[in-house]
């Protein structure tokens, strides 16, 4: 039925081989089953870890015996051989303080989250399905197995899973499970920052985030409080026809599937209501919100956890994203001078998901002069223009051989040198920056 890795069958043949009951579980069932390519091959058998050990010897790694866990490595390719299972009591609210080996498939998968991940396969016997994951694959449901409290309760992070499975695969969630995800939304403060941050990535590139963002906005706003304020907040502005939240919603949705760009468009508007005033006319204004949010959109990622690069660049988004930027080659050429090429196609698709999302008609001609401002990137890129350092027809070692010190002051005469080149008052020529550094 299913194309598989000789590695993963080759670890069932050979448990199999040895006597005992071996399947693919999990993840990798459930994207077998959507026609995708799973990137992780898990493996679940009625073999203890010590037996698995004995039978793949130098091949087996005890990556986690207290759970039953062992790494088999075929052809450098590693595979997870986990022993059939039930868990204890659930302490820390993440894992299970202790587990039972037994003896039943059906046991194994009935401690798992969620029936579209509670299901097993085996190249000669088919598939197991004891709870009706692919049912719910077919109808596009994320449904707990058995009781949905007590598998949130068990581990929190199943909360956010939840929401990251439904944006991803652009499902929705059982109502049942979604009621008891709501009454137990405040277990999410017992997780680490790190898997939460981890999640929320995860989810934000997901085909189906528009209805998270809009449907489960309050059990995000638990480890993200900030959001609690751009609900419902109205703005009170002709260019605007939602609430803070509803546009940002809007624009997320509007926007390409990169992480950097959604994690921008998700708090491009986040300090809006901090800075919100009105006219005498009662017109709605947020003077100095981009700044402001750059700072608060600082302080929820490193609180999440993400890595530097990511916020780096999420921050420098948000805080541009309402700059006014015009086709004209020397403001394009500055911009991809100071951002870079990439990020400055990730600002031009943060400004226009941020004016499809505003009031229809009201942004046509933003959005054909962004039109322009890309065209004229295209042609200013395909020209070969210098706009960074290593596009300077001299180095540091000329700047050197010329008498600038080896230091900091390299750096600042490189950069003054590409400045004027970006601004066309000198062109890119070594002949003519040589005699420019002398003038000095």
């Known amino acids: 039925m299913f194309e598989i890795p000789k590695a ?19 993840g ?69 303080d202790t587990v039972r080996f037994v003896a039943s498939l059906r046991e194994d998968l009935a401690r798992r989250d969620f029936t579209i991940n509670a299901m097993a396969w085996h190249p000669r016997r088919g598939l197991a399905d004891y709870f009706g994951g692919k049912a719910d694959l077919a109808d596009g449901i994320i449904r707990c197995v058995g009781e949905a409290e007590k598998r949130f309760q068990e581990d929190a992070l199943r909360i956010l899973r939840a929401l990251r499975f439904a944006a991803v695969y652009n499902f929705c969630l059982d109502p049942n499970t979604a009621a008891a995800l709501y009454r137990e939304k405040e277990l999410l403060k017992r997780i680490a920052w790190e898997r939460i ?31 609690e304020a751009m609900r419902g907040f109205e703005q009170h502005n002709p260019w605007h026809c939602r609430d803070v939240w509803g546009h940002t919603v809007q624009a997320v949705a509007s926007s390409p599937p990169e992480e950097t760009i959604r994690l921008a468009l998700l708090f ?50 948000v805080e541009r994203h309402d700059l006014l930027l015009q086709p ?50 295209e042609r200013v890129l395909e020209e070969g223009a210098c706009f960074s350092l290593r596009d300077l027809a001299v180095d540091g070692r000329d700047l050197m051989a010329e008498g600038i010190p080896e230091g900091p002051a390299v750096g600042r005469e490189l950069r003054r040198l590409l400045d004027l080149v970006v601004e066309n008052k000198i062109p890119n020529r070594r002949e003519e920056l040589l005699k420019e550094i002398k003038s000095q």
């Open 197 to 227: 941050g981890s999640e929320i990535r995860r989810m934000i590139t997901g085909v189906g985030i528009e209805n998270i963002l809009e449907n489960f906005a309050d059990v995000l706003a638990v480890p993200i409080p900030e959001i």
């Open 328 to 377: 004209q080659d020397g403001m394009i050429r500055r911009w991809l001078s100071r951002l870079g090429e990439e990020q400055f196609r990730r600002l031009v698709a943060v400004q226009r998901a941020d004016a499809l999302a505003q009031t229809p008609g009201k942004t046509l001609d933003r959005l054909e002069r962004l039109k322009m401002v890309e065209a004229d990137m």
């Open 28 to 96: 990798c069932v459930r994207d077998l089953l959507l026609g995708r390519t799973p990137h992780d091959w898990d493996i679940t058998t009625d073999a203890w870890p010590e037996e698995t050990l004995k039978i793949f010897g130098a091949c087996a790694v005890a990556t986690g015996l207290r759970h039953g866990t062992v790494t088999v490595v075929v052809e450098e390719m590693p595979l997870e051989v986990t022993t059939y299972r039930v868990d204890g009591s659930y302490t820390d609210g993440r894992r299970p």
């Open 8 to 26: 993963a069958a080759h670890v069932l043949d050979r448990l199999e081989a040895a006597g005992h009951e071996a399947w693919l579980v999990g």
């Open 268 to 317: 491009h508007d986040v300090a809006k209501p901090l800075c919100f005033s009105r006219d005498e006319e009662g017109i709605g204004h947020f003077y100095g919100h981009a700044a402001a949010g750059a700072l608060m959109t600082e302080k929820i990622l490193a609180r999440l956890r993400m890595d530097n690069a990511l916020r780096r660049q999420t921050v420098q988004l």
